[in-house]
């Protein structure tokens, strides 16, 4: 009968069966494991746990994930080929990346939050269907250079535009007003936000919103008590607001806390027929990222 | 189904299209890829909501930065990397963010009210032992549960993860075999239920596959 005075760790153990422990060190632990049940439990126990991970089928792409990245990209090639309008709402107020390197002849991409992005793809929807077919515009700046984006090298490479590959891409200074009204009040907040003290909680969240917002439009603007509460956002709360509800505005931007901790509540009423909705967001949330904690849907207004 | 579009082009093909300006390249191979980037962000960052943020911020970032792709790895392999990177950043920014670990308490008390349930017969074992799965791997670091993700969970060998994680074989190995001694107490329960096993053996854990949900390597889902 062997001796085994020790144990093995557990961790030597997990490195003996990932194949990191080799020569006479390894032929000493295999003699210990023979002659030690406890050890043997453990290391048969250690190759189980690779085989229970294994048995985890891995988790299909959620339909709605799949969709909101496909329009993430579908806008990303939109933006780079010149076929999207949307960069209008970012060109007075989001931080374009600089360029990293010398690209291949490529325009850079404006920095854009997940959630952002896919405002973007169907608000840049909603205005090509508001351009009444003039897909190809990239709308310039007023007195700026006016940027026009020409298709990318490579014009052999069909393109599914109408006038794909047709030369330089043409403005047309007739639509910018449709896709404009995506953004309201250019580079002024359209919300003010609030502190409620309110430390809302996943339980109650929605309750909680509905009777703030029930609050808040009580209080006149410019009373004493309407001013204490109410302040001009900060550039980041801006930018987090747009990037969730871009051109929309909310009903309740609240600075509060969410269980205990510092966060946000942007809050869309229930309207007619359709349904308010509430995000709680970190204090990260910002341009470029949303930090969304959590999101609800609203009970429709008078239920 | 999924090759529409290109169904001859390799992923290298497709990223050289993509550079060259054709729009609908890179959707494409994402569309290839996309069920096993997936699980590679889920698993990693433990939250579906943060997970497609992760993935949505990997997929835009590698159509920008295509580029800087050398061709020094397989397009999937370079892929794979941009999806851990950004899931592993989101994680310590929030890990930055909420200083109080209530994941972690989540998945303990997870544990404690589900993982003593001995089920391996019922119908929804699988169910369980994944919730279990899932609750335990939040408990280890994330690098470990990066490395555990690639090589156990998505059976990538270790060198291909070792490319994935940029870190050597050695590294792979080292937090694979971390991640399993950290598990196992958390994952020892499963065994009950089963005929006990012999030492050596590992019958005494659930095998099942379910065909729910499951994807098979390098297929994308419906075109």
Known sequence: ???????????????????????RRAARIHAHLAGCPRCARVSAGLSG???????????????????????????????????????????????????????????????TSPVAVRAFAAAAAACLVAAGGYTIAQLTSPGGSGRVLSPAAGASIPRNGPRA??????????????AIHAQPAHGQPAFEVVTSGTDYQPATLGAQVEAEIGRISKIAPNTASGERIRHQPTAQQDECVQGIMPGVP???????????????????????????????????????????????????AGG | MTDRLF????????????LQGDTDAFGQLFLRHRDRLWAVAVRTVCDPEEA?????????????????????????TWLHRIVVNASLDRLRRKTAYAASSVGDEGALDLLATQGRVPATTDPASTRDTALDVEAALR?????????????DMLGYPVADAAAVLDISVGTVKSRCARGRARLLPFLEHL??????????TEEGFSRNRTATGSVSPGQGGEG
Not at chain 1, 165 to 178: D, E, I
Not at chain 1, 251 to 270: E, K, P
Not at chain 2, 7 to 18: F, G, I, K, V
Not at chain 2, 60 to 75: E, K, L, M, T
């Open chain 1, 1 to 23: 009968m062997r001796r085994h005075s020790a144990h093995v760790d557990t961790v030597v153990l997990a490195e003996l069966g990932a194949g990191m422990i080799s020569g």
């Open chain 1, 49 to 111: 746990v690779s085989v229970l991970l294994a048995s985890v089928p891995p988790p299909a792409m959620p339909a709605a994930v799949a969709t909101r990245l496909d329009a993430a990209i579908a806008e990303e090639a939109a933006v780079r080929s010149g076929t999207a309008v949307t960069p209008v709402r970012l060109a007075g107020r989001g931080p374009f990346r600089p360029a990293e390197r010398a690209g291949a002849g490529r325009p850079r991409n404006r920095r």
């Open chain 1, 165 to 178: 590959g047709a030369g330089p891409l043409q403005v047309r200074p007739t639509h910018q007003g449709s």
């Open chain 1, 250 to 300: 909310p009903t309740l931007v609240d600075a509060a806390r969410y269980q205990g901790h510092r966060a946000m509540v942007i809050a869309l009423a229930s309207g007619a027929g359709e349904l308010g909705q509430a995000w709680v967001v970190g204090p990260a949330c910002s341009a470029g990222r949303a930090d969304i904690l959590t999101h609800v849907r609203l009970p429709a």
């Open chain 2, 7 to 18: 169904p001859d082009l390799s992923d290298a093909q497709l990223l050289e299209r993509h």
């Open chain 2, 52 to 76: 497609a943020d992760a993935l949505q911020e990997a997929m835009i970032s590698a159509f920008r930065r295509a580029g800087d792709f050398r061709g020094d790895s397989a397009v999937t």
């Open chain 2, 139 to 151: 408990l280890i670091p994330p690098e470990q549960r990066a490395a555990l993700v690639l090589v």
């Open chain 2, 191 to 200: 065994r009950c239920g089963a005929a006990e096993p012999d030492p050596g």
